[in-house]
């Protein structure tokens, strides 16, 4: 027999052109499932082929786990996953397996010698379906490796099958993609036998084989087709910065040259428009707006959110929003049909955009102004006057008073240097006040050292919970992962660890 295993190695190794391991490891697999068949499916077995003789050795194996751990916590964590029983024909406990095994350690695994079974009938077929199990994964895999590196791409394919769900592309080879109804155009009908370009957007594996996901309503399929049809875009001498698209409706795209004398815009439009038509027609007769890069980001905006006019932006750092501010002959225009130039504006510069008319400016910025000359007045007793001159001049908040040179303050007309210190301290002493008040507020809910001592805790994470009157280890053992998600930054893995690792003290006093 164990000549008849070197045999089958070699034979099946050159005929299908597959490594004697994976071989090796099929005939092991074969024959540790045919010991199943004849000892128990829920016993655990490992066989070992020695590579240069052919004979082979079978082990019955129990995996070593913790009566407390199992009986308290109702879990244990194995390679394969969580466990939540004791199963005596695969399992031992710690204290038995010591007994026999002086060197067994919790979540190892100790093994007996056992008869092996011949190589007989039963463990050859078995071989032979996990050896051409193997050999369709491995084909699979190849299929997926390939089409890993196509990712980003177009890929053409037939039609072969249509469901409400998806739609099944022939690609050749024995590849299929998957083309879900959420990545086709609005309306886009299509039949067996169609020939169709897609954008693979994914390849995943599952026991299935490789899952191919491509799509015709992502960006990156917009800036793939201008590749095509756009021989500048291609070669490099044009780049596409950014996308944006409302598929099979309307898309945005920014372009930049690399050559100053080049007109990237017209390059993309081409001669009577016949570049961006192609691309249109390739995606259903959608509208394509083609806009100049600007590395300025207001001018960028102004640009994207053409063809309105914009008659001045204000922006706001801290938010990432700018106000776009046009006439009020020109808000239809800029905000578009369902706000879909304004939304596509602002998805292709990465800023929030809010569209208002010269008069909606005005009122936004007496309200401003207003609250402004209220809390000048108040915080820094100043007369009206004063304070009007410090808007007037620019300043927007206690900070920049305080702390800008002060040459700014004394070139404001009619402020003495006495009145400019005295401005200067009232504002340091308004900011220490909210501070002081915004220390009390924290010290309220302050973490306990149990708290901050428990495992994956950080200091952030701490205070997140204290806010929210989790301040002691036991109030967070007490939580359940539905409460920590509400977090900012939490997921359900991070939670349960969290939970467990508060309630450990509690078993530990229970043993």
């Known amino acids: 027999m164990n000549s008849e295993i070197r045999l089958i190695v070699d034979a099946v190794s050159h005929e299908k052109d597959i490594p004697k391991e994976v071989i090796f490891e099929a005939l092991q697999l074969a024959l540790e499932t045919a010991t199943k068949k004849k000892y128990g499916q829920d016993w655990d077995f490992r066989v070992e082929i020695d590579r240069k003789t052919g004979d082979y050795q079978t082990y019955r194996r129990w995996l070593v786990v913790d009566q407390f751990i199992l009986a308290k916590i109702g879990m244990d964590l194995t390679e394969e996953g969580l466990e939540s029983k004791f199963y005596p024909n695969r399992h031992m406990y710690l204290e038995q397996a010591l007994v026999t095994y002086p060197e067994a350690v919790l979540g190892s695994y100790v093994e007996a010698v056992i008869e092996s079974i011949e190589f007989g009938r039963i463990a050859a077929q078995t071989a032979k379906q996990v050896i051409l199990q193997r050999l369709r994964m491995a084909k699979r895999d190849k299929v997926a490796e390939e089409f890993k590196a196509s990712i980003g791409q177009l890929l053409s394919g037939t039609v072969r099958k249509v469901t409400r769900e998806n739609v099944v592309i022939e690609l050749g080879n024995n590849a299929e993609a998957l083309l879900p109804r959420s990545e086709m155009l609005p309306r886009e009908q299509v039949r067996i036998g169609d020939r169709v370009r897609t954008y693979l957007i994914d390849v995943k594996t599952d026991q299935r084989g490789p899952q191919l996901f491509v799509s015709r309503a992502s960006s990156g399929m917009l800036i793939e087709l201008f590749k095509i049809e756009v021989p500048e875009i291609g070669d490099g001498s044009i780049e596409i910065k950014a996308a944006a698209r409302d598929p099979g409706l309307r898309a945005k795209i920014a372009v930049l040259a690399k050559d100053n004398r080049m007109d990237p815009v017209g390059a993309c439009v081409g ?114 006057e004063v304070a009007i001159a410090l808007i007037d001049a620019g300043f927007t908040s206690l900070e920049e008073i305080a702390y800008i040179p002060i040459q700014e303050l004394l070139a404001l007309e009619g402020l003495e240097k006495d009145q400019v210190e005295k401005l200067r301290e009232k504002a340091k002493d308004a900011l220490l006040t909210q501070a002081i008040q915004q220390e009390e507020r924290v010290g309220e809910h302050e973490p306990q050292k149990d708290l901050l001592a428990v495992e994956g805790m950080d200091k952030q994470l701490a205070y997140q919970l204290a806010s929210k009157g989790v301040c002691t280890q036991d109030d967070l053992a007490e939580q359940s992962v539905d409460d920590l998600l509400e977090l900012e930054g939490m997921n359900e893995e991070t939670a349960g660890k969290l939970i467990m690792a508060a309630r450990a003290k509690w078993f530990e006093k229970a043993e």
Request: zero cysteines; proline letters at 2%; glycine letters at 6%.
């Open 271 to 384: 001669m009577r428009g016949s570049r961006v038509q192609a691309v249109s027609n390739e995606l259903g007769g959608e509208r394509i707006d083609i806009v100049l890069w600007d590395e300025n980001p207001a001018q960028f905006v102004i640009n994207a959110i053409s063809p309105a006019e914009v008659i001045s932006i204000v922006i706001d750092d801290d938010s990432n929003t700018m106000d776009v501010i046009v006439a009020e002959d020109q808000l239809a225009q800029a905000i578009g049909r369902g706000g879909q130039n304004v939304k596509l504006a602002a998805q292709l510069t990465g800023w929030t955009l809010n569209v208002i008319t010269e008069k909606e400016s005005e009122e936004r910025e007496e309200q401003e102004n207003q609250k402004l000359l209220v809390l000048f007045q108040q915080q820094l007793e100043a007369t009206e």
